[in-house]
C-alpha cells in the first residue's frame, strides 16, 4: 500500500507562486506514474500534470502548460508540482495520485481517475483575483 500526503497549498494573490508536495511512503517502488489532479465544487476531478518514475516523461493539461511544473525525488519519496503565474481559475483542491501501471508512450491512460490505486487527501488552493 501507498500513503500520500500532500502540502504546501494556501491563499496567494493572483499571478502569485505555490509549490506543491506529494510525500509518498509504505510501498513507494508501487508509485510509478504520479499525477496531480485538482477539483472544484461541482466539476470533475482533472489530471492538470503527470510524471513517469524516472521524472523524464511529463504531462500537463493545456490549461496549465508554461505555467506548472511537475518533478519529482525518488530519493525523497516526493512528488513537486511548481505553480507559476497562478489565476483564480485554479482555485481548487489539488490532489496527487499513483499508480503501479509505467509510463510507455501515451498519457491517454493516466487521465482516467480508475487507473489511480492511491491518493492524498488533498491540499487546497485558493487565488485571489
Known amino acids: 500500500q501507498v500513503h500520500l500526503v500532500e502540502s504546501g497549498g494556501g491563499l496567494v494573490r493572483n499571478g502569485d507562486s505555490l509549490r506543491l508536495s506529494c510525500v509518498a511512503s509504505?510501498?513507494?517502488?508501487?508509485?510509478?506514474?504520479v499525477a496531480w489532479f485538482r477539483q472544484t465544487p461541482g466539476d470533475e476531478r482533472v489530471v492538470v500534470a503527470a510524471i513517469g518514475w524516472s521524472g523524464i516523461d511529463t504531462y500537463y493539461a493545456d490549461s496549465v502548460k508554461g505555467r506548472f511544473t511537475i518533478s519529482r525525488d525518488n530519493a525523497k519519496n516526493t512528488v513537486y508540482l511548481e505553480m507559476n503565474s497562478l489565476k483564480p481559475e485554479d482555485t481548487a483542491v489539488y490532489r496527487c495520485?499513483?499508480?503501479?501501471?509505467?509510463?510507455?508512450?501515451?498519457?491517454?491512460?493516466?487521465?482516467?481517475?480508475?487507473?489511480?490505486?492511491?491518493w492524498g487527501q488533498g491540499t487546497r488552493v485558493t487565488v485571489s483575483s
Open positions: 509504505g510501498r513507494t517502488d508501487e508509485a510509478s506514474t
Open positions: 495520485a499513483s499508480t503501479r501501471i509505467v509510463y510507455g508512450s501515451s498519457w491517454d491512460l493516466f487521465l482516467t481517475i480508475s487507473v489511480y490505486d492511491y
